[in-house]
């Protein structure tokens, strides 16, 4: 099993701050790395594929960078409605994992 | 646009099994992957097996000997069956297309289940 990490845990920032989060597989993956969000009640909606691709109707202001065992995905200037909590998940293997999340708070 | 629902019962009591169909509208189960995945506070979100209309299916090592997911063509709708459940098996049940080596696209809105007697 692929295991993902996430840091960090919780991200306190204001409205407007750029937001920098990672995620680390304990082994590659190559590019088969998505990010979705999640709001309270609601289920995941895909943010990134393969790494760097946005979704449809995703904001230009979320990205995703990365390969192997290191990702980031970058949030250039956080909206009211960007706080919420982050998942990286990988199909490099075709046993799905997620890693535990990132909640991005108002500070 | 596709679009998922999960329907089934929130209440299950210990050793029964759990049974939720997912209804799907906006595309057919005869194409691509089609996965069950679960979040529980305690195990963070957890992928637990997919179906191709193949007949082919993946699961979750952690959960295999107690997983059945299935899909009845004619109803656009594929299900899953967790036997021998426990508390631990408390979460919000989400249905969705992927899973496997396909990616994740689209959810359902998910519906939670209870463990309890």
């Known amino acids: 099993e692929i295991v993902l990490t996430q840091s960090p845990a919780t991200l306190s920032l204001s409205p407007g701050e750029r937001a920098t989060l990672s995620c680390r597989a304990s082994?590659?993956?190559?590019?088969?790395l998505a990010w979705y969000q999640q709001k309270p009640g609601q289920a995941p909606r895909l943010l990134i594929y393969d790494a760097s691709n946005r979704a449809t109707g995703i904001p230009a202001r979320f990205s995703g960078s990365g390969s192997g065992t290191d990702f980031t995905l970058t949030i250039s200037s956080l909206e009211p409605e960007d706080f919420a909590v982050y998942y990286c998940q990988q199909r490099s293997n075709w046993l799905l994992t997620f890693g535990g999340g990132t909640k991005v708070d108002i500070k | 646009q596709v679009q998922l629902q999960e329907s089934g019962p929130g209440l299950v009591k210990p050793s029964e099994t759990l049974s939720l169909t997912c209804t799907v509208s906006?595309?057919?189960?005869?194409?691509?992957?089609w996965s069950w995945i679960r979040q529980s506070p305690g195990k963070g979100v957890e992928w637990i097996g997919n179906?191709?209309?193949?007949?082919?299916?993946n699961y979750n090592p952690s959960l295999k000997s107690r997983v059945t997911i299935s899909g009845d063509t004619s109803k656009n709708q594929f299900s899953l069956k967790l036997s021998s459940v426990t508390a631990a098996d408390t979460a919000v049940y989400y249905c969705a297309r992927g899973g496997g080596n396909y990616l994740v696209d689209y959810w359902g809105q998910g519906t939670l289940v209870t463990v309890s007697s």
């Open positions: 082994q590659s993956v190559s590019s088969y």
């Open positions: 179906f191709f209309y193949s007949g082919s299916t």
């Open positions: 906006g595309d057919s189960i005869r194409s691509y992957s």
